[in-house]
């Protein structure tokens, strides 16, 4: 019997808002546990929740890169348990309501282009991060309130390559647009996902797994395909698939149990009575949407039409948001972007690479990279001299013409100084003269050869080729 | 006489011309707030006091409350300030912040006195369910009769001449039904004009700032104090804050007051009906139009469980902090759902337990259609038809009880099938939050019985000019236990 994968992902994003989703406390990575708290974040009682207005503009933006509909007013509701993460006992989410609905996304995988529904986006505040240890646990309430969003996809994944190209996708844009660090390793996109398998051609649903613990984008796809076939073992050896929750050991490369699932627990959601409804202008969403940072697809097309890319660099250049974002500035600057592209894609890449850095970290600046292409094209050094500019000033910033200055690189093109040159040349050789009278060439390649010793090197050969010629020619 | 007597506005007076100093009366209000006998206080603030009125020299002419004494029930979040909510979960709690209102007084130069007692959390309207035990009602020197709840302590204070105001919240009828058995005015604004951040939340949706005073010109002074958008209370209303004094003595006539049919009908003491009729005879008098609308029986007798239900799952999730973790002792237990379970189980009374429980099932998931969502559609169909009324008339007029305070032996917080609509109508300000007002319109056997109006959303401003003609026709201006009882 051949079966068939029905998956469906559960995205959390946080935000990098500057306040939490309700309160004023600063969101922040990394920080002292418990610095970053206050008293809406404990639940004192007799606070009250404030929506944070950046978060709604976030959550517009993100739901309308995923062709979504927006609904103009919000609502929050009460997500109410018991837990000791969950300093008010409920969390404040939208149930009823979501900011977005049924939106999209295409994807490309292997098999060509394939489009993925998402039910809904909606956005909640996170809980206090907990750490357990042997007699005790630890609670840190700098997470707690931090703003989520949430994004439900449909269940019309099939397989662990179009569920690893669809978070690929969410991640581009929630960090192009500038909502979140996008980073699944550290936990600013956590992704659950649901999978069940069925007879192909059957339209029932089979028992769903849940798997969590996906920190990269490769763990899903391995975890999928693990599962996949875990779960095809058990059916074609008549076992049931059992419901419950998995995590993705990486070391040992499968899925493993964490908890079987009883009933699911009843939030009893209502709506958040210290939050009326507020109502969004046609202006407030469209200005959300207008100032939006531009996504990675609309970069794309402007670098193939535009700077006239080609696909393969352009594809690169997109992989990564502070990759584009250092490439557009450099564009700025006026030097060719393919040869941009390309100094980004070799030599930046492979000295990021080799010092294990990101280019965030870089000190060359865009602008300084531009020049350093601009003295290519205008000839005044060899692309072969560039890089050994390059090598300095990517640890310096350094200006590229003083440093080819300094390093005796750049050529002398100023036509006063090589005709000074040519004219002691003339003097000196008024043999070589006669012999290219007399029809020998070899004669100017020699003239040639003594001005370019003269300048050290410098002097530019097609110019003082050009001129001897043209001194010659009145002899 | 004894300048701690006076009503607010002639409190300020006294002390514009520098005939008492804060101090000075600060310390007879401690001396009160100490000899009081009531059960009236969770927290006697008499350092605090002193250290404050001590450097209040320079009276503020136009700060009504500059010197003033007043007390704060103690589900205000006071910075520094134990603030139990008179609950055995919260006994040692002290915040870390202000309420706004406790911030806004105190920056108005007012004196705290004292933190008041209430029924745990507010949940009660009897003011017996307080971890400090019963409050009794001051005008009843045997102790046998109840001032209300669940702002009990704030009424007694108020009442007892102790302070000429006091914060109080609203969620059903918790400042205005003890107004009318501690014969003081009783007064809750629309829902979002004055900011309730800082107030422990027990139904939010319901929940209100509210206050006492011993005259209808100073609730509205008070008003102006306190009302205003907040932006930690992102229900507060941003429209402009009216002067609610200037026009306070305009005649009412033509003015169209509705009196409820069905609430009349269900009040059995003929002598608060009288009371009642006077006090309608004397507004017919000044020109006001009155007529006995019929509300709807069966609205009316949905208020009471509509408000159960409502309120009550509101307050199970309000309150899930207080979980022994973050709030509340240790009680033990080995894993957290033990030490929550036992926090929750020993650190609240039965009645609140029992509202607890009431709010979860109806939130259940299989009774939250039935229970719940049905409960916000009686809401919502109690209020269309008090808007209706309202928008035909300018006020609702009702006696505010059926009854002067009830003996203990007589009153339980329990469900019971005897069920009376007048003991349960001043919900309706709550379910619509509209603005409403209590005051002292007659006396039974040395005990007082109180009127309630109700007008429009945010024309607060009207209902001080037909309550102070009220008040100008019945006398009963400035009331207090200390000038009755014997």
């Known amino acids: 019997m051949n079966f068939e994968a029905v998956i469906g992902i559960e995205i959390h994003v946080e935000m990098k808002t500057k306040s939490k989703m309700f309160s004023s406390a600063p969101v922040e990575f990394g920080a002292e546990p418990n610095t970053l708290v206050n008293p809406v974040d404990m639940a004192f009682p007799g606070t009250m929740p404030v929506v944070n207005k950046q978060a709604v503009i976030n959550a517009i933006r993100v739901a309308n890169a995923l062709h979504m509909k927006i609904d103009q007013e919000l609502w929050f509701d009460r997500k109410n348990y018991f837990y000791a993460d969950l300093p008010k006992g409920f969390q404040i989410t939208q149930d009823k309501r979501p900011i977005g609905r049924d939106g999209y996304v295409m994807i490309k995988t292997n098999n060509g282009e394939k489009k993925i529904e998402i039910e809904r986006l909606h956005m909640e505040e996170d809980t206090c991060k907990q750490l357990h240890l042997s007699t005790y646990s630890l609670l840190d309430y700098n997470r707690a309130g931090t703003p989520l969003i949430e994004i439900v996809s449909r269940p019309n994944i099939r397989n662990g390559e179009e569920a690893m190209k669809y978070v690929e996708q969410i991640k581009s844009i929630v960090q192009f647009s500038d909502v979140s660090d996008g980073k699944m390793e550290e936990g600013s996109l956590r992704c659950d996902v649901n999978i069940s398998l069925r007879p192909i051609g059957s339209d029932k649903f089979g028992t769903k797994v849940e798997i969590k613990n996906l920190n990269s984008l490769s763990n899903v796809e391995k975890a999928i395909e693990f599962e996949i076939t875990r779960q095809q073992q058990l059916l074609l050896s008549g076992v049931p698939v059992e419901q419950e929750t998995r995590r993705f050991d990486e070391t040992r490369k499968e899925t493993v149990l964490m908890r079987k699932k009883t009933d699911a627990v009843d939030y009893k959601y209502f709506t958040e009575p210290n939050i009326t409804p507020i109502k969004l202008s046609d202006e407030f969403v469209k200005n959300a949407i207008e100032t939006c940072p531009e996504l990675a697809a609309s970069k794309k097309d402007r670098y193939m039409t535009i700077l006239g890319l080609n696909e393969y660099d352009s594809d690169i250049l997109i992989q990564d948001k502070d990759v584009s974002d250092y490439f557009d500035k450099a564009v700025k600057f006026n030097a060719s972007p393919k040869l941009l592209a390309n100094w980004i894609m070799v030599d930046i890449a492979a000295y990021l690479n080799k010092n294990n850095l990101k280019i965030k970290d870089l000190q060359l600046s865009p602008e300084h990279l531009s020049d350093l292409i601009k003295l290519i094209e205008e000839g005044k050094i060899s692309s072969k001299q560039a890089k050994d500019v390059f090598a300095v000033i990517v640890e310096n910033d350094a200006s590229p013409i003083d440093v080819a200055n300094e390093l005796g690189l750049v050529q002398m093109s100023d036509e006063g100084a090589i005709f000074e040159l040519i004219l002691e040349v003339l003097k000196e050789n008024p043999q070589s003269i006669e012999d290219y009278k007399n029809g020998k060439d070899r004669a100017l390649g020699f003239l040639v050869g003594q001005v370019m010793k003269k300048s050290r090197g410098k002097a530019n050969p097609a110019m003082t080729s050009k001129m001897i010629l043209d001194e010659l020619k009145k002899k | ?486």
Request: with cysteine.
């Open chain 2, 1 to 486: 006489m004894n300048y701690l007597d006076l009503t607010i506005k002639e409190m300020h007076e006294a002390l514009v011309k520098k005939e008492i100093t804060p101090l000075e009366l600060a310390k007879e209000a401690i001396k009160r707030a100490k000899a009081d006998t009531n059960n009236a206080f969770e927290t006697i603030l008499e350092d605090k006091a002193i250290e404050i009125a001590s450097e209040l020299t320079e009276p503020e002419e136009n700060n009504l409350f500059w010197g003033i004494p007043f007390g704060i029930k103690d589900n205000f979040s006071t910075k520094n300030i134990l603030t139990t909510g008179s609950s055995e979960i919260l006994k040692d709690y002290i915040p870390v912040f202000n309420a706004t209102v406790v911030e806004k007084l105190l920056n108005a130069h007012a004196v705290p006195i004292a933190k008041t007692c209430l029924d745990e959390l507010a949940m009660g309207g009897t003011g017996t369910t307080g971890h400090k035990g019963i409050t009794y009602n001051p005008y009843d020197p045997k102790h046998e009769r109840l001032v209300g709840g669940s702002s009990c302590g704030s009424a007694a204070m108020v009442s007892a001449g102790i302070a000429p105001f006091a914060l109080g919240s609203d969620t059903g009828d918790s400042v205005r039904k003890p107004a009318s058995f501690a014969g003081l005015v009783g007064f809750k604004p629309t829902w979002g004009r004055i900011s309730r951040f800082g107030l422990f939340p027990f139904a939010p949706s319901l929940d209100h700032v509210a206050y006492f005073t011993r005259s209808v010109e100073d609730a509205a002074f008070a008003l102006s104090l306190l009302a205003g958008r907040d932006l930690h209370d992102a229900t507060s209303s941003n429209k402009k804050v009216d002067d609610y004094i200037s026009n306070i003595n305009d005649t009412i006539k033509g003015k169209r007051i509705a009196i409820l049919k069905e609430v009349i009908d269900s009040i059995r003491d003929e002598k608060v009906l009288t009371i009642f009729n006077n006090t309608v005879e004397k507004l017919k008098e000044n020109g006001a139009i009155v007529e006995n609308v019929s509300f709807d029986l069966k609205l009316l007798e949905a208020c009471y469980p509509t408000y159960m239900v409502i309120s009550c799952a509101e307050a199970t999730s309000n309150n899930a902090n207080l979980d022994g973790i973050k709030f509340g002792p240790r009680y033990g237990g080995d894993t957290y759902q033990e030490v929550m379970c036992n926090a929750r189980t020993k650190g609240f009374c039965e009645l609140i337990r029992r509202r607890f429980i009431i709010g979860s099932f109806s939130l259940m998931r299989e009774n939250q259609e039935d229970l719940f969502l049905r409960a916000q559609k009686a809401r919502r169909l109690i209020v269309n038809r008090t808007n209706e009324i309202l928008n035909n008339y300018d006020f609702i007029y009702i006696p505010a009880a059926p009854n002067i305070a009830p003996k203990f032996t007589d009153s339980s917080d329990k469900l019971s099938t005897n069920y009376l609509i007048a003991d349960n109508i001043l919900v309706l300000g709550n379910f619509a939050g509209l603005p409403s007002i209590t005051l002292p319109i007659g006396l039974i056997e040395n005990m007082p019985i109180g009127g309630n109006l109700m007008g429009r959303k945010f024309e607060e401003k009207e209902l001080f000019k037909i309550a102070k003609n009220i008040e100008d026709g019945t006398g009963l201006y400035n009331l207090s236990s200390r000038k009755l009882v014997k």
